[in-house]
T-cell receptor, first 112, second 115 residues
Framework: DAKTTQPNSMESNEEEPVHLPCNHSTISGTDYIHWYRQLPSQGPEYVIHGLTSNVNNRMASLAIAEDRKSSTLILHRATLRDAAVYYCILGSSDFGNEKLTFGTGTRLTIIP | DAMVIQNPRYQVTQFGKPVTLSCSQTLNHNVMYWYQQKSSQAPKLLFHYYDKDFNNEADTPDNFQSRRPNTSFCFLDIRSPGLGDAAMYLC??????????????FGQGTRLTVV
């Protein structure tokens, strides 16, 4: 299974943009890049995903490197509610092997 | 409205006594997953179903079994829980990625305590 590498922790000031990096140098052509976050005592929740092109949604933006070996999750204006563990995950779409395997994640702390 | 429901939220079981955790979904998704999450660790995939096809992770202990009687329900059976099996167990569902790679929905989890 392809693996992801993320910093263990990051801090950001409230109302400032946050860039969360992820390396996935062994990504295969059929792997999608997913981001989930987990707030304390809750199950993970979907943030965003993409294959090759940059993606935007109401929660965040995902910037994918041209060679797909890295990506960056961008929170445009962090709030205290964004404090969570953020997981970068490669979702295999190979037939019969579709699954999400979590990496170690980045614990994001928002400073008021 | 909750779309992936796990029962119970908290479960206490005795060492060695079989325990079953349940998960139901209202999304009609093909794929259902079971994850184990220990304190301060990332969720670890135990197994997943693609429809009725069962896919076991290579390092999932034999002590863990699963059943999926229909699309909506999935069960995690721990045959002889040990102290090391105390964890949060997370159920998730998704559509088949290869058709339209999409998000997974997680339940709130069941926190298992072994005494």
């Amino acid at each position: 299974d392809a693996k992801t590498t993320q910093p263990n922790s990051m801090e950001s000031n409230e109302e400032e943009p946050v860039h969360l990096p992820c390396n996935h140098s062994t990504i295969s052509g059929t792997d999608y890049i997913h981001w989930y976050r987990q707030l304390p005592s809750q199950g993970p929740e979907y943030v965003i995903h993409g294959l090759t092109s940059n993606v935007n949604n109401r929660m965040a933006s995902l910037a994918i490197a041209e060679d797909r070996k890295s990506s960056t999750l961008i929170l445009h204006r962090a709030t205290l509610r964004d404090a969570a563990v953020y997981y970068c995950i490669l979702g295999s779409s190979d037939f019969g092997n579709e699954k999400l395997t979590f990496g170690t994640g980045t614990r994001l702390t928002i400073i008021p | 409205d909750a779309m992936v429901i796990q029962n119970p939220r908290y479960q206490v079981t005795q060492f060695g006594k079989p325990v079953t955790l349940s998960c139901s979904q209202t999304l009609n998704h093909n794929v259902m997953y079971w994850y184990q999450q220990k304190s301060s660790q990332a969720p670890k995939l135990l197994f997943h179903y693609y429809d009725k096809d069962f896919n076991n992770e290579a390092d999932t202990p034999d002590n863990f079994q699963s059943r999926r009687p229909n699309t909506s329900f999935c069960f995690l059976d721990i045959r002889s829980p040990g102290l090391g099996d105390a964890a949060m167990y997370l159920c998730a569902t998704s559509r088949a990625f290869r058709r339209s790679n999409t998000e997974a929905f997680f339940g709130q989890g069941t926190r298992l305590t072994v005494v």
